[in-house]
């Protein structure tokens, strides 16, 4: 079936409350930039004190009432299906918009944010079917509840995937939330309404409030949320930690990561090579689970190298729209300066500049840089210890697997991480020892019944799984409901 394009208020001045677009209180507006070209595409509101109010109120309003309160787990299974199939319907579309909006290449928008999210859809739909939330243990009648009013707060890197990542569960769970995408992606979020809407999602049961960090800010601290589920920068994660704190509300934190890829000298360094451009600079380098430190048995080390800069040099950089760009510009020019300060600072250090380091010829506008990889890093350094978030990556060398899993062990974070061997059982082996909370073996492919999220600096709490649906439910405990024979 083919369907007529979204019309998408390209200059907004409405969120979305209640079940319907309705003006903001706020003059003040966020600007969505291509990053291909630099021109401003639309606008939308910078929502203050009295959006995210109104919208906690809908959300509040919808959680009480019947047509909402009084579905069971099938039905709200309907109602994720519904969305699945809405957004299906609309990917080609909707991954067109999402390039030109956050700049990541054609060939993944889609499918990293209408194909996996719509799978997200029907994987919560999917343990609806069979969800019961109340078992008896002896006299106790114990309930898993829906936490109620959930803060949605997302990046700009999948802003879809991102979102739906935590709308699936927080509907199965019979939550009801406000959602705030990033400052910098406002516009792409209405093709996650239009399937909502399309879904019969009853009115307030998930609203949006577009804006930046001030609009999250107000969310977070709202007392009339109960729950905040955030995904973005450590350092965000930190103050809303914080903010949560002060307020007993719980919080589910996605943060930063700098993992390691351990390629150990029994690697197949092709099947590496081959992934390079989804394990370690997927995205544009803007992936919070990129293995962007390599990790190199020292007899290998040379010849991966040579490999990485024959790689690379064949990528294609450019116009993100064009299907076979593996490099678009990054999302936006504060986040360009930041990765360039990067690059200078492992220049500074002497390290070697084994292919990029600049920008790339014949591209004078849009946010580029060259992918970029730094060898004969030490692994203290700066380079290799902050998150640089970009196509970045630093090369080590190690002497042993014991010196490889403490070098992977040397970090704030622990999200992703992946281990090459062509011995399965040593590569799974070497990944039982890495502290992080995932990790692949001969690649990194995350499943959607596994627990995903981060250890240390890189995060609290999981999504995916059923696991992902735990935060969003509290257990009640009714005593002496089945009084004993
Ligand atoms: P950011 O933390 O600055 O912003 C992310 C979101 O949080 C935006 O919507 C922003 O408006 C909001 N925000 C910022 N400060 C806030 C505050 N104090 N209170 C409430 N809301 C606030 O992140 P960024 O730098 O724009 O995004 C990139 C970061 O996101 C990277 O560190 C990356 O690793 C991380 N990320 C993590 C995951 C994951 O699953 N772990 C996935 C994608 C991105």
């Known amino acids: 079936m083919s369907l ?6 390209m200059d907004s001045a409405n969120v979305f409350v209640d079940g319907t677009w309705t003006p903001s209180h706020s003059a003040d507006r966020v ?3 291509n990053p291909a070209t630099e021109e401003t595409i639309g606008r939308a509101p910078d929502g203050d004190e009295q959006d995210v109010d109104a919208a906690v109120r809908a959300a509040r309003a919808a959680f009480v009432r019947a047509d909402w309160a009084k579905t069971t787990p099938r ?8 969305m699945a199939d809405r957004l299906e319907q609309r990917s080609a579309e909707a991954g067109e918009f999402l390039t030109t909006e956050n700049g990541m290449p054609i060939a993944i928008t889609a499918m990293m944010n209408i194909d996996f999210g719509a799978a997200i859809l029907r994987y919560y739909a999917g343990l609806g079917d069979a969800l019961e939330l109340e078992e008896v243990r002896g006299s106790t009648i114990v309930r898993r509840e829906p936490v109620g009013v959930a803060g949605l707060i997302v990046a700009w890197n999948g802003p879809l995937m991102l979102a739906i990542a935590k709308i699936a569960p927080m509907l199965l ?3 009801t939330a406000v959602l705030k995408p990033a400052g910098e992606t406002p516009l792409s979020v209405a093709y996650l309404i239009d399937a909502a809407q399309h879904a019969g999602l009853p009115a307030g049961v998930l609203n949006v409030v577009t804006g930046g960090r001030e609009t999250g800010a107000r969310l977070v601290s709202h007392p009339g949320v109960d729950k905040i589920a955030f995904t973005g920068s450590t350092q965000a994660g930190r103050a809303i930690a914080a903010a949560c704190g002060e307020q007993m509300k719980p919080c589910s934190l996605e943060l930063g990561g700098k993992s390691a890829a351990i390629i150990l000298e029994d690697a197949d360094l092709d099947h590496y090579l081959a992934q390079l451009p989804i394990v370690s600079m997927g995205g544009n380098g803007q992936g919070c689970v990129l293995s962007t430190r390599l990790l190199v048995a020292r007899p290998r080390y040379d010849e991966l ?4 800069r024959d790689t690379i040099a064949k990528l294609p950089v450019g116009d993100p729209h064009d299907p076979a760009t593996v490099f678009g510009p990054l999302a936006m020019e504060r986040q360009r300066d930041k990765v360039e300060d990067y690059i200078r600072d492992g220049k500074a250090q002497g390290f070697e500049v084994l292919t990029g380091g600049g920008r790339p010829a014949g591209l004078d506008r849009g946010f580029y840089v060259e992918p970029t990889v730094f060898a004969d890093v030490d692994n203290s350094s700066r380079i290799a210890q902050e998150e640089i978030f970009g196509p970045v990556v630093t090369v080590t060398p190690f002497d042993s697997d014991e010196e490889a899993v403490a070098l992977a062990n040397d970090s704030q974070y622990g999200l992703g ?11 799974v082996e070497v990944a039982r020892q890495v502290r992080t909370g995932t990790i692949g073996v001969n690649g990194y492919q995350p499943g959607l019944d596994a627990p995903f999220g981060g250890v240390k600096q890189s995060g609290v709490g999981r999504e995916y799984g059923p696991e992902g649906l735990d935060v969003y439910l509290q257990a009640k405990s009714i005593y002496g409901a089945r009084p004993q024979g």
């Open 4 to 9: 007529s394009p979204l019309q998408i208020d």
């Open 31 to 33: 600007l969505a930039i």
């Open 75 to 82: 039905e709200r299974a309907g109602y994720l299906r519904g």
């Open 173 to 175: 769970a019979g939550c």
């Open 305 to 308: 190298k040579g490999g990485l």
């Open 417 to 427: 991480g992946s281990v090459f061997s062509t011995d399965q059982d040593r590569g």
